[in-house]
């Protein structure tokens, strides 16, 4: 059974840079959630995607963009990177059509962002 | 907002005791708790959850305590092992998870 999945594992830019992640969910997931982790902390959600469109959103800037295709991988999308953008970004991955078991999230390994 | 607050920040524990870390939560309306272990370079793993509709529950050496009126539930390790040495971080979820700042817990062979 294949656990959730991000792209690129490390990634290097500089200010005002842009930059796309990406992440797969768990085989038979609908649902994906991102969430920013910066060095010491806990994770802090930003965005879920449920049937292609933006569910829900935390307290982040729209500098940060997702989408979600009909295969349901999801992309992150910064723009104009801030030397405090650099973090964990992690995606986690759930079944909301499977009632309260949709709070359920699985969490993918993260791809580590550092912005110079 | 949600306010999530977990202690202790760091426990020591020699291998074989028991750990214990409680999390506090503000949102009333939170209706499932999990708790996730992180270790390092990898993402959450949840480790155990319990809905508000129960008080216990028990999966082998973790157990996951539930007190919605006092706002609070406490993950519980027996019979530590230094694989469990990682940071654990308790997740209040309302309509969306809030996390914990995280304990650091080491286990010392």
């Known amino acids: 059974d294949a656990g959730v999945t991000q792209s690129p594992t490390h990634l290097i830019k500089t200010r005002g840079q842009q930059v796309t992640l990406r992440c797969s969910p768990k085989?038979?997931?609908?649902?994906v959630s991102w969430y920013q982790q910066a060095l010491g902390q806990g994770p802090q959600f930003i965005f879920q995607?449920?049937?292609?469109?933006?569910?829900q959103r935390g307290n982040f800037p729209d500098r940060f963009s997702g989408h979600q295709f009909p295969n349901y991988s999801s992309e992150l999308n910064v723009n104009a990177l801030l030397l405090g953008d650099s973090a964990l970004y992690l995606c986690?991955?759930?079944?909301?059509?499977?009632?309260?078991?949709?709070?359920?999230?699985?969490f993918g390994p993260g791809t580590r962002l550092t912005v110079l | 907002g949600e306010n999530v607050e977990q202690h202790p920040s760091t426990l020591s524990v020699q291998e074989g005791d028991s750990a214990v870390i409680k999390c506090t939560y503000s949102?009333?309306?939170?209706?499932?708790f999990p708790w996730y272990k992180q270790e390092l370079g990898k993402g959450p793993q949840l480790i155990i959850d319990?809905?508000?509709?129960?008080g216990e529950k028990k999966d082998q050496r973790i157990a996951v305590t539930l007190n919605k009126t006092a706002k609070h539930f406490s993950l519980h390790i027996t019979e530590t092992q230094p694989e469990d040495s990682a940071v654990y971080f308790c997740a209040p979820h309302g309509n969306k998870l809030v996390f914990g700042a995280g304990t650091i817990l080491r286990v010392k062979s």
């Open positions: 319990i809905r508000s509709n129960v």
């Open positions: 949102d009333s309306a939170s209706n499932y």
């Open positions: 995607y449920y049937e292609e469109e933006e569910r």
């Open positions: 085989s038979g997931h609908d649902t």
């Open positions: 986690a991955s759930s079944l909301l059509t499977s009632g309260r078991a949709g709070d359920t999230q699985y």
